[in-house]
């Protein structure tokens, strides 16, 4: 008869980035016994429940949908809620924990995402559409039949944290943004959407990083879209040059 | 807020830690980019010697010559190659060619433009 | 508030993008052509005023060298805006870098075809 296998346990040494109110950005550490099947916001919840109640963190569904746990494990972005630490570590490893970047900082972990919201608005799209307008080209569509799923992208801005165009403009759209520019094209090819994507926070500020793709967690492919949105915008921009010469010709 | 983004931050466009090899494609075009224009600046000014005769044009291809000189013109070269490849990248990747596999294709071409500032690299200081 | 979405700043449409490209992939062929026929088909190079004299007589030559500079710097002082833009700048400084990258450029157009008119006439 076979046993149920007993639990590893590691001693990991969690960094967490603290920040209060006005007062300084700073490190500090907590000594935690975890599994390593456990996922990296199980031990920030730990470290709240056990260890400091002050400390400041946003998680809602435990399941990679809502998008709320995006934060920088050693120096990448992450969703917490599935990066299971055995993935990030090592038994009497240290593991740090930051806020995502270029969002301010609210307190400790949580961050002021506000403005990635409205950015998101701005492309109007809608979160259910039919599925040759939601997935990708290249993704698998052999389900036939007039059906409708959910646009993949659960709005965790971690796309946003990860592109370096971001770092020094708060007006640049960002990726998520622009995909969402991108699947609202697909959805309903409003001309007025051009006039709002076309302008110098729009693709234009993309330098080709594809950081924002290696660390979707939900399968978007935000470069890919931006690529597919500056297709779009030049070929609907040319369409218009030319058939505006045609209405001019006498 | 410290966090947020802002123009001070311009200084992480060139950190490369934990990032994807198509941010080292950006960093690197960012850099040539600078490079390059400083060098086209300079360039236009020094062509200036041609319109003072042949005394001034030919003296200063005798310190042109000078290893010093040469060195920087590698280094030239070298900025010219890479962002004329990554440049080749960022088109075929705006026109639909090669985003799912723009990893390898960096490779390729990062791996291209090695073998041609070696090739130049060569020719300057070996052949001559 | 909701539906309520400002116009976007238009200090960079898709126009500039793709003269940026373009410019760019012109650049690659005139840049190869530039350096083959300076360094490599001039036996030695152009290592001489009277070489260079000699190259400039063949009237090909300053169309192409001209054309040449006119896209290499274009192409630059476009892609320099464009790492300017990235700061986030307000449309006041846009403006005025706008003017001052035009004059520069502008300048450097015509200082440079100056230079090769010159030399193409015999020096």
Known sequence: MKNKPVPEKWTVTFIVSRQKGQGKRHFEQFNLEVDPEEYVLDGIERIWAFHDRSLTFRHACHHSTCGACGMLVNGVEKLTCITPIRSVTKDSGTLRVEPLRNFPVVSDLAVDMASFYLNLEKAQFSQVAPIQNASLPFEDQSMEGDLERLVDCIECGMCVSACPAAHTSSGYLGPGALAAFQHSLNQKNDPRLYDLVDCHDGPWRCHNAFECSAVCPSNVDPAWRIMNLRRKIVSHRLRRLFKRREAAKP | ?128 | MAGMISKPKQHETVWLWLYKLLSGVVIVVLLSVHFVVNHLVAPGGLLTYADILRYYSNPIVPVMEIAFLVFAVTHSFVGMRSIFLDLNPSPRLIRFVDWALVFLGGGAIVYGTWLVLLIASGG
């Open chain 2, 1 to 128: 807020m410290k966090n947020a983004p802002s123009p001070a931050h311009w200084l992480r466009w060139f950190d490369p830690r934990y990032r994807q090899p198509g941010t080292w494609g950006y960093i690197l075009n960012r850099i040539t980019a600078i490079g390059l224009t400083i060098y086209l600046v300079l360039h236009l000014g020094v062509l200036s010697t041609l319109a003072k005769g042949p005394g001034a044009y030919d003296s200063f291809i005798t310190l042109v010559k000078s290893p010093g000189f040469m060195l920087g013109e590698l280094l030239v070269v070298a900025g010219g190659i890479i962002h004329g490849t990554n440049g080749i990248r960022i088109v075929l990747n705006s026109f639909g060619v090669g985003v799912r596999d723009q990893k390898v294709i960096l490779a390729i071409l990062m791996a291209l433009s090695i073998i041609g500032i070696a090739y130049f690299a060569y020719v300057m200081f070996l052949v001559d």
